[in-house]
């Protein structure tokens, strides 16, 4: 099992046209480098933030909200990959971040990194949903058009569904750009 991995996460454009919050496109050459180390202190820290626009190294990281959830509406907690997997050993990052925050996807780059860094290091084998459901939790109003993009390249429609039970869930269409 390997103890240490590094992982780059593209920028990405979303509220594309009238399709505000259901469309975004990876953007290819800006990106965010994120490494992460297993230790054996229990947590999650950031131990250095370097670049153009260094990410927060406090609980305010959407690192922090992928791993150990967020509070939901009414209150309820929506755990992260530590509680779902209990995971009890410990992830050190550092980032190193070029991309300007507000509007190039920053906060689904950087939870995206931190899912795809805990999947690898950890051996979770999580399906592509999975890993897409705790990356929602970096994004404010966990919107997907940032992640889902950010994870699966190109320009996707993206959007949380609601169906008969309380959670709802994501679909997503990877769009084929006409030749012309």
Request: charged residues 20%; proline residues 7%.
């Amino acid at each position: 099992m390997p103890d240490q991995a590094t992982i780059q996460t593209y920028a990405t454009s979303a509220n594309l046209g009238p399709l505000f919050d259901r469309a975004g496109a990876k953007l290819d050459g800006l990106y965010m480098t994120t490494s992460g180390q297993l230790t054996t202190a229990p947590g999650l820290t950031i131990v250095k933030s370097d670049g153009l626009y260094p990410a927060p190294t406090d609980k305010t990281n959407v690192a922090y909200k992928v791993a150990f959830g967020i509070d939901g509406p009414d209150s309820k907690h929506i755990n992260g990959i530590f509680d779902d997997y209990q995971i009890k050993d410990g992830l050190a990052l550092t980032i190193l971040n070029d991309m300007k925050p507000g509007g190039l996807g920053t906060s689904g780059a950087g939870s995206v990194a931190v899912v795809e860094l805990i999947n690898k290091l950890y051996q979770l084998n999580m399906t592509p949903e999975q890993k897409m459901k705790y990356a929602l939790l970096g994004e404010p109003n966990q919107h997907p058009d940032n992640v889902v993009p950010c994870m699966v390249g190109g320009i996707v429609l993206a959007a949380k569904v609601k169906d008969s039970g309380e959670k709802g869930h994501l679909v997503y269409s990877k769009l084929i750009p006409s030749p012309n």
